[in-house]
């Protein structure tokens, strides 16, 4: 196993300026214990510039670490942690079998392979195959994190541009499950995979999905790469995402009765008086767009649904003979 990942688990068991002090005016944050700063509601200034400082650290510190990843239909985030090449992502990121692109935020382009995913926890490993060094992000402990700590987000929102930056978000820490941070760090369609750090510029997350609204997203822990590092880095692929067909727990999942392409997001069936059926939607649309939120792919709208509740309305976008159409449509 990986050095990197057996220290971890010996521990665990543009410019922002006004923007930032605007954003920081509008939350309520915290630092984690190592700033020596309690939590607390910004009170001056001076506080809100030590944070803004702080931030742009992080950036600066991070930044190239942030890719995009591409099977060459969908594309998604991730964060590369050895000079070696190893980029951690999202397991729903990690489509195709084929060779990915890595881009990286300065344009440059390298090739990788896949390697493992654990679908149950939304956690997938890519290795690039093209020779380093490259730029590498600081792997922390997740659990080190306290509700209401402040984190800062990377991704490649909305796909990879050339000659922008992944934007730069902030937030705070709203709580934690078995393997996942919970935080008002608001993710779009693209960030995916992305990293999560802390303010002393440690990676401890990775973007998996968003809650019932953009400001509730959820981000696998460290620990699990750690935990689960042997199986993946051997290419093992275990576990499934939620369906639209729902869980066999018990209860009744929403459903929008079409059958999705995972990659493409292609309706390749609609089922007779079904929600989408109502709206409208047919066999050939593509899914394109999920109540504002743009998709990564079919997995990434199966994964939306599966989040919503029955009863929920959503608004959708699908593309139809190269047009762009709305829909609206109740699940249930």
């Known amino acids: 196993m990986s050095v990197l990942f057996r220290r971890l688990r010996q521990r665990a068991g543009e410019s922002f300026g006004a923007i930032l002090l605007a954003a920081a005016c509008a939350i309520a944050f915290s630092l984690s214990p190592t700033t020596g700063l309690a939590q607390q509601s910004p009170a001056s200034i001076q506080q809100l510039r030590e944070i803004e400082a702080k931030v742009k650290q992080v950036v600066a510190q991070n930044m190239n670490a942030c890719v995009s990843i591409s099977d060459g239909i969908g594309a998604g985030s991730g964060v590369v942690v050895t000079e ?3 980029v951690l992502t999202a397991g729903h990121v990690m489509v195709g079998q084929g060779e990915y692109q890595i881009l ?7 090739r990788a392979k896949p390697l493992g995913k654990n679908l149950d926890i939304d956690a997938g490993m890519v290795q690039i195959i093209d020779p380093g060094p490259w730029p590498v992000a600081k792997i922390g402990k997740s659990k080190s994190l306290s509700e209401g700590d402040w984190v800062v987000l990377l991704g490649h929102s909305g796909g990879f541009e050339l000659g922008r930056k992944p934007p730069v978000r902030t937030g705070k820490v709203l709580g934690f499950n078995e393997y996942q941070i919970e935080t008002d760090a608001v993710l779009i369609g693209g960030d995916s995979g992305g990293p999560l750090f802390n303010l002393e510029g440690e990676l401890v997350g990775i973007h998996s999905s968003i ?4 400001a509730e997203n959820r981000h696998v822990m460290t620990e699990i790469f750690a935990r689960d590092y042997d199986r993946m880095k051997r290419g093992e692929q ?25 990659e493409t997001g292609l309706v390749k069936t609609v089922r007779d008086r079904s929600p989408a059926s109502d709206a409208g939607i047919k066999a050939g649309d593509i899914a394109r767009e999920f109540d504002g939120i743009r998709l990564d792919s079919g997995s990434h709208l199966i994964r939306l649904v599966k989040e919503k509740i029955t009863g929920d309305v959503v608004l959708m976008k699908f593309e139809r003979n190269g047009r762009l159409l709305d829909f609206e449509v109740r699940l249930r």
């Open 104 to 110: 990286f935020p300065d344009g440059r382009t390298a």
């Open 84 to 86: 070696g090449g190893l």
């Open 238 to 262: 275990w576990g499934r995402l939620p369906s639209l067909a729902g869980d066999n727990d018990g209860t009744k999942p929403p459903r929008m009765g079409i059958v999705v392409d995972r």
């Open 211 to 214: 809650g019932d609204s953009i």
